[in-house]
């Protein structure tokens, strides 16, 4: 058995989202269902995001849903990734990670970003303008309490002490070199949004690279083996932009009828965006549970050794 930590260089991890159609009891044992079987299939971790007031396709608790998942598998890592930085207070998140660790040792990563959806802010009575400072200030504290550097008050805590000999990776997510810049300066990993195009994401990581920054570099792709619904696919898009500054481009999707063209396509990505992991995303809003837990299945058994091979 694969033993990786989180975000490791050649990783290859699943993101999760909620079937929110389900019953609200079934919501989370389905999420919880899709991260174990994804673990059991190959990969090597489980990501969970955040958006909140029951936004569709998503739930407000990554770091509860991270918990949930490492308690009901023996192995991989799992990771709230991204979690919106700007509506919690660091170091009680740090705390709150430090000793998910002690329970999961090796097996806990966190990714951050700004966040942008106006509802995210609204309902916790924050001001969005305010995200971005809150982001700069907030990143390099939190990477540095993860690696148990620069304690200060927090320096009693034992879980905290631990991260300087066992540190917890970050990555932030970066859309754009000035956000990688920011990831480098802060000593986080960069999460490649699966929306932007392989030019683009090269371009964040080559300034990464070039502002000093060494750690992780993950790539979230979009992936389907066999026909996929265009139509889900371009609800999901307008969805983003909607609340997103202008249009993504062209779809980035990688799709295809036979398991070791998917492989050769996805690692044409990665080295293309000169990225150290990969993160594939199947679910879209309207997709049944059994669709997903199927894909997942195929894409361990057809997909990811030949996958592994190429990278």
Same mark, same amino acid.
């Given at each position: 058995?694969?033993?990786?930590?989180?975000?490791?260089?050649?990783?290859?991890?699943?993101?999760?989202?909620?079937?929110?159609?389900?019953?609200?009891?079934?919501?989370?044992?389905?999420?919880?269902?899709?991260?174990?079987?994804?673990?059991?299939?190959?990969?090597?971790?489980?990501?969970? @995001?955040? &958006?909140?007031?029951?936004? !569709?396709?998503? #739930?407000?608790? $990554? /770091?509860?849903? =991270?918990?949930?998942?490492? +308690? *009901? @598998?023996? &192995?991989?890592?799992?990771? !709230?990734?991204? #979690?919106?930085? $700007? /509506?919690?207070? =660091?170091?009680?998140?740090? +705390? *709150?990670?430090?000793?998910?660790?002690?329970?999961?040792?090796?097996?806990?990563?966190?990714?951050?970003?700004?966040?942008?959806?106006?509802?995210?802010?609204?309902?916790?009575?924050?001001?969005?303008?305010?995200?971005?400072?809150?982001?700069?200030?907030?990143?390099?504290?939190?990477?540095?309490?993860?690696?148990?550097?620069?304690?200060?008050?927090?320096?009693?805590?034992?879980?905290?002490?631990?991260?300087?000999?066992?540190?917890?990776?970050?990555?932030?997510?970066?859309?754009?070199?000035?956000?990688?810049?920011?990831?480098?300066?802060?000593?986080?990993?960069?999460?490649?949004?699966?929306?932007?195009?392989?030019?683009?994401?090269?371009?964040?990581?080559?300034?990464?690279?070039?502002?000093?920054?060494?750690?992780?570099?993950?790539?979230?792709?979009?992936?389907?083996?066999?026909?996929?619904?265009?139509?889900?696919?371009?609800?999901?898009?307008?969805?983003?932009?909607?609340?997103?500054?202008?249009?993504?481009?062209?779809?980035?999707?990688?799709?295809?009828?036979?398991?070791?063209?998917?492989?050769?396509?996805?690692?044409?990505?990665?080295?293309?965006?000169?990225?150290?992991?990969?993160?594939?995303?199947?679910?879209?809003?309207?997709?049944?549970?059994?669709?997903?837990?199927?894909?997942?299945?195929?894409?361990?058994?057809?997909?990811?050794?030949?996958?592994?091979?190429?990278?």
């Amino acid at each position: 058995m694969r033993v990786v930590q989180p975000f490791a260089p050649q990783a290859i991890s699943l993101r999760l989202y909620p079937h929110n159609e389900l019953a609200v009891h079934d919501i989370l044992r389905e999420v919880c269902a899709q991260g174990v079987a994804g673990l059991s299939a190959g990969f090597d971790g489980v990501m969970t @995001s955040e &958006h909140h007031g029951g936004f !569709p396709g998503y #739930l407000p608790n $990554p /770091l509860q849903v =991270t918990s949930f998942i490492l +308690e *009901e @598998s023996a &192995h991989g890592w799992a990771a !709230p990734c991204p #979690l919106l930085l $700007p /509506l919690r207070p =660091t170091a009680q998140l740090a +705390e *709150e990670l430090a000793w998910l660790n002690v329970r999961h040792p090796g097996r806990v990563g966190l990714g951050v970003a700004i966040g942008a959806l106006p509802l995210d802010f609204d309902v916790m009575d924050k001001n969005p303008a305010d995200a971005l400072p809150s982001f700069r200030s907030e990143l390099p504290k939190i990477v540095a309490l993860l690696a148990g550097r620069d304690l200060g008050l927090l320096s009693g805590d034992k879980a905290l002490q631990q991260c300087a000999v066992t540190p917890l990776p970050v990555l932030s997510a970066a859309r754009s070199p000035g956000a990688a810049r920011r990831a480098a300066e802060a000593g986080a990993g960069i999460l490649l949004d699966g929306m932007v195009s392989i030019d683009q994401a090269r371009h964040a990581r080559d300034a990464y690279r070039a502002a000093g920054g060494s750690a992780s570099v993950t790539l979230i792709r979009r992936v389907w083996l066999g026909n996929l619904d265009e139509h889900l696919v371009g609800d999901q898009r307008a969805v983003y932009e909607s609340y997103a500054a202008g249009s993504f481009g062209a779809d980035q999707t990688i799709s295809s009828d036979d398991p070791d063209d998917l492989a050769r396509q996805l690692a044409d990505a990665v080295e293309r965006a000169g990225a150290t992991g990969l993160n594939l995303r199947l679910h879209l809003p309207g997709m049944a549970p059994a669709d997903i837990r199927d894909q997942i299945r195929v894409l361990g058994d057809d997909v990811l050794p030949v996958l592994r091979r190429l990278l």
